[in-house]
């Protein structure tokens, strides 16, 4: 918690406060190689948790392990840097604790797809409310270069010296067919793009994944040259005519070859884990209504005996 966040600012209302500043909200200096893709999504998360007026005490980021995991170490709030691959399953459990939090996890590729897989798959159908954004470099970075689920057919890597031959994981495909409800993707290079994804992913009131494309300059330097206009290449966005409530036309977006469309390819409105399990403690407290916590003890216990 920074030292400008007063208790007394903790215990304003919210109409009152002004929004945090950055310096506020930035904690130390960020560790990344210089120009590697990380450092704007940090800086776009700033811009959201000043936009959307999130203070100190709501700020809830969740992360595994790999150089974009260490996220929540940059950030002047609650965070956490949690088991390579495993941060979803931390993020629902604050997710569902705690309905007054906005829960924000994110990751690379190889803690998302490889480590995290299952995690992956089943928050999605789960459909926990939070937004995961993942900084998708196509490369292990933090262990220096091994080939990713993400990586290309040929990738050159510490673990495919000759060529990567393992057909790579299409995040997008993955989202839908898991069941996500928000499923958007974006690039460091385009921060108003990326923005207008986090912004929308957090109104959404579900599971809202992002595939953030996001440049390993050390170990892949250039893969995304292809979707960035000042490299010669083009930014692509979803045409405006695409139904995002279509699954079917989502899934074909997704099979789109590199460099792909970016915008929201789906959303779908369906209730959240969230909202059932509430249903569930609600309909459960009801009918021990009037009893003190002890005398629904002592009943369980009974009814074991
Ligand atoms: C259980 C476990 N297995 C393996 C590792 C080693 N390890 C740390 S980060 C990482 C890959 C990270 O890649 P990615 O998620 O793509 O993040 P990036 O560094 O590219 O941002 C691996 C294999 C580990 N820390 N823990
Ligand atoms: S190794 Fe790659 S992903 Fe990691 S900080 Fe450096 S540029 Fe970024
Ligand atoms: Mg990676």
């Not at 208790?7 to 990344?32: C, G, H, V």
């Not at 005490?57 to 002047?76: D, H, L, M, N």
């Not at 829960?103 to 590729?109: C, I, L, Q, R, Y």
């Not at 440049?215 to 010669?232: I, M, V």
Request: glycine content about 8%; hydrophobic content about 35%.
């Amino acid at each position: 918690m920074s030292e400008n966040a007063t208790l007394e600012s903790l215990t304003q209302d919210t109409e009152e406060r002004e929004p945090l500043t950055k310096k506020q909200i930035a904690a130390d200096t960020p560790t990344w190689c210089p120009g590697c893709g990380d450092f704007s999504v940090l800086s776009i998360y700033y811009k959201l948790i000043q936009k959307r007026k999130i203070y100190h005490e709501k700020v809830t980021t969740v992360a595994g392990i790999g150089c974009s995991s260490r996220f929540p170490y940059f950030v002047q709030a609650h965070g956490v840097h949690y088991i390579h691959g495993r941060a979803l399953s931390f993020a629902t459990g604050v997710s569902l604790s705690r309905p007054d939090l906005h829960v924000f996890a994110f990751g690379g590729d190889g803690d998302a797809f490889s480590i995290g897989g299952n995690h992956f798959m089943h928050t999605a159908r789960k459909n926990v409310k939070m937004t995961y954004v993942v900084m998708d470099n196509f490369v292990y970075g933090l262990t220096k270069k091994q080939t990713s689920p993400t990586s290309p057919i040929g990738f050159k890597s510490k673990t495919d010296n000759w060529g990567a031959f393992d057909r790579p994981i299409n995040p997008m495909k993955l989202a839908i067919s898991a069941g996500a409800t928000f499923v958007a993707r974006s690039s460091h290079t385009n921060p108003k793009h990326l923005l207008e994804m986090m912004d929308a992913a957090m109104d959404h009131d579900g599971f809202g994944f992002i595939e953030c494309l996001s440049e390993c300059t050390e170990f892949y330097k250039g893969a995304f040259d292809p979707t960035n206009p000042r490299k010669g290449g083009v930014f692509d966005l979803v045409p405006e005519d695409h139904d995002v409530t279509d699954e079917a036309a989502a899934y074909e977006l997704a099979s789109e070859d590199f460099p792909g469309k970016f915008g929201i390819f789906y959303k779908a409105q369906i209730p959240t884990k969230n909202a059932l399990e509430t249903g569930l403690q609600d309909a459960a407290k009801a009918k021990f209504e009037g009893k003190e916590d002890w005398e629904i003890l002592q009943s369980t216990f009974n009814r074991m005996k």
